[in-house]
């Protein structure tokens, strides 16, 4: 009886031991796998990079031809006009250039100076720049006149533009001069306008009247 029941043992466990053994025998062979080749996936790979080379292919041919009209438009144009079309002509130091206190604190620490850049005719123009402002008390003529002077460099003017429903200039704000009595006598504000593009150089002053600032 036992001889029996061993002999059933093996034979089950046998069973098993196979059953376990197929897939992996079949997996291993290829049979009833999904499993690609390595030359498929080449191919697969290389269709792939020939589809992005055609994308970018075409993708250059369209930058080309867009920049081929740009070319096209731009030799159709007069040789005057691709010199510098947005000429500028002067500038201006507006009436609101003057003395502020900005924190109402009795004490006018700040100067704010608007310059306004205008092409010929007559209009503002956001003309790009280097600025150099001075402040001047040009009664002082037994001491030091130049009482101080600011640079503003063209990356920094671009963002000081300001413009209104009546106006528009850049408007340039610099702590007012330690010890600057602003307002015993008349300062003069001049300032020198240099044009990126053409390297004209422009001027213009302006007194500010002590009573008007704030």
Same mark, same amino acid.
């Given at each position: ?7 059933q043992?093996v ?21 009833g ?7 498929e996936i080449? &191919? ?11 994308r970018?292919?075409q ?13 096209r438009?731009l ?43 205008i092409?010929?005719e007559?209009d ?7 600025v150099?402002?001075q402040?001047?008390n040009?009664?002082?003529l ?5 009482l101080?002077?600011?640079? &503003? ?5 671009r963002?000081t ?10 408007r ?7 010890g600057?009595d602003?307002?015993?006598e ?8 240099t044009d990126y ?6 001027r213009e ?6 009573e008007?600032?704030?």
């Open positions: 009886m036992e001889s029996v029941r061993l002999r043992f034979v089950l466990t046998s069973g098993l031991i196979g059953a376990c053994l197929l897939p992996c025998f079949l997996a291993g062979c290829g049979i796998s999904a499993r690609k080749k390595p030359h080449k &191919v697969q790979q290389i269709a792939r990079e020939k589809t992005e080379l055609m970018d292919l993708q250059c041919k369209v930058e080309n031809e867009q920049l081929a009209d740009q070319v438009t030799s159709a144009l007069p040789q005057e006009t691709r010199v510098n079309p947005y000429r500028l002509k002067s500038i201006t130091i507006t009436r609101y250039t003057n003395f502020y206190d900005k924190d109402d604190d009795g004490v006018r620490e700040k100067l704010i100076v608007y310059v306004g850049p092409d010929p007559g503002a123009l956001k003309a790009a720049g280097t150099n402002v402040l001047w040009l009664n002082n037994n001491g030091q006149a130049l101080a002077q600011w640079q &503003v460099e063209p990356e920094d003017l963002h533009w300001y413009d209104t429903l009546v106006s528009a200039s850049y340039l704000t610099f702590d007012t001069p330690e600057l602003v307002l015993a008349p300062l003069t504000v001049k300032v020198t306008f593009i053409t390297g004209e150089i422009f002053q302006r007194t500010l009247d002590p008007l600032s704030q």
